[in-house]
Every structure is written in C-alpha cells, then in structure tokens.
C-alpha cells in the first residue's frame, strides 16, 4: 500500500488539435430563400424569426432580401444543421435550398 | 377576428360567426394539392444530394400526413367553441404555428393549381369556376394568415412575434 507522502505523478493533459483540423475542412453550406410571388412578407418575415430566433428588423431585412434581389442567403453552417433549416423552412412552404459555401 | 385573452400558454381568439364558418370551411379543404417534389439544392452535383432529396420529401409527405391529422384536431367543437355570437378558437403557441404551416399550404396548393401565376390579382374577373374556386381559397387562406399574424402580436412567451 502506498505511504500517504508518496508523491503522485499527474499526467500532462493532451491536447487533441486533429478534431479542430478534421472540423475546419468539413464542407459548409448556405442556407438559401428564394422568392415567389404567393407567400406573403407578414408570413416569410414571421417564419424566419420563429425558425432562427432573429429579431423582427434582421427577419425583416432578408425577407425584403428575397423580395427585391430573388433570394437570401439566410445562414452558413455544415450540412446536417443547413438540412434541418431546409426541412424547416420546406415545412412552412418557402422555397429554401442548401448550396455548397465555396 | 380578434384575440380575447392572451397568457403565456397561447391565445383565445374570437371570430364571428361568418369568420368561424369560413375557416372551418378552408380547414377542410387541406390538402389541396397532391405532394410536390421539393428540390433540396439548385447547385450541389454531390452524390448525397440525391440521398438528402429523397430524405427531405419523405419528411415533407410524413409533415403534411400529421398536419391533416392537426387541422381535424383544431375543427375539434371542444376546441373550435361555438358561442353565442360566432365561435372562440384557444390556440397554444405550437398549435399557431401549425395552424399557419395548414393556411399557408392551401394558400400554395391553390397557387399551383391556377397554374403559378406572377400575378395573384389577375386583371379580368377569374374565367371558370375553377379559377373562382382556387382565386378564393388562396385569398382566404392569405386574410386569415395575415389576421392570425395581425391579432397575435407576439409570441406569449417571450413577447416577440
């Protein structure tokens, strides 16, 4: 049994930089709306506050995006989270594709 | 259309009796049209985009599946009361949500059926009775999003919209 003044060796902690790496290389995606003449702004402006948590003037400003330019690019992330704001949004019946982020 | 209580687990709306009648009607007309198949991306040449695709539109028919489900729910008369002077509708912030998702569907259906048109208020009065039918649904659907929307005025939690 070791004596109580024994001194004890912590090990260094490791440091795991090849997660960071692995994760910097993983492709991201825009997550885009684009405009059609029947959803109406009250609505569009209404789901992306409800869907990404955004205040009414940010929610606004891609809403008008769409409507005067043909699209939006809403968010960028990798592909599992830009799929589910695309299923998100498909649910609500915007137009919402993910396109590859260059 | 307007709301009568508001507290932090949703809304009490009332509608008179023309309202109510419309909206029980407009309920049960979902779904309009057959499933549509959705695109997933306009640019993406990836193999897993076919595989993403077909994820996405069989997600979509399980929603609109559960969504008809949710629009018999809300014609429920324990839920859709009729009163004395038209009808008082309780909605909880989810049910709003999928109330909308119900309104905004039939507002599309009909949208494609006339055929897509750029314009939604067409310049001569709506042909055949079909046109009259589908110009309709898809302008009611409209009011009644904007008026939920309208008399809302926030999420009751939180205070936002």
């Known amino acids: ?102 | 259309m307007k709301p009568v209580r508001k507290n932090k687990d949703g809304w009490q709306y009332h509608l008179n009796q023309g309202e109510g009648d419309c909206l029980r009607s407009l309920l049960q007309q979902f779904p309009i049209s057959p499933n549509a198949h959705a695109k997933i991306s306009k640019t993406d040449a990836d193999p897993k985009t076919v595989e993403r695709e077909k994820l996405l539109n069989e997600s979509l028919a399980e929603h609109r599946k559960e969504l008809k489900k949710q629009a018999t729910n809300l014609l429920d008369p324990g839920k859709f009361k009729r009163g004395e002077k038209g009808y008082v509708l309780a909605l909880n912030l989810e049910e709003r949500e999928i109330l909308l998702q119900i309104l905004n569907d039939i507002r599309i259906g009909s949208w494609h059926v006339l055929g897509e048109p750029e314009e939604l208020e067409p310049e001569t009065a709506p042909q055949t009775e079909k046109e009259v039918v589908f110009y309709s649904l898809m302008n009611l659907a409209g009011y009644f999003e904007a008026a939920f929307l309208h008399a809302s005025g926030g999420d009751p939690q939180s205070g936002h919209d």
């Open chain 1, 1 to 102: 049994m070791p004596s109580v003044l024994e001194p004890i060796t912590i090990p260094k902690p490791t440091v795991r930089k090849e997660t960071r790496s692995k994760n910097r290389f993983a492709p991201t995606y825009y997550v885009v709306c684009w405009n059609d003449p029947v959803n109406l702004m009250v609505y569009v402006t209404h789901v992306f506050m409800k869907l990404f948590g955004w205040e009414r003037q940010k929610a606004e400003k891609h809403m008008m995006e769409v409507h005067e330019k043909g699209k939006s690019v809403l968010v960028r992330e990798g592909a599992e989270k830009a799929e589910f704001y695309v299923h998100q949004l498909q649910n609500y019946k915007l137009q919402a594709t993910m396109e590859p982020a260059e």
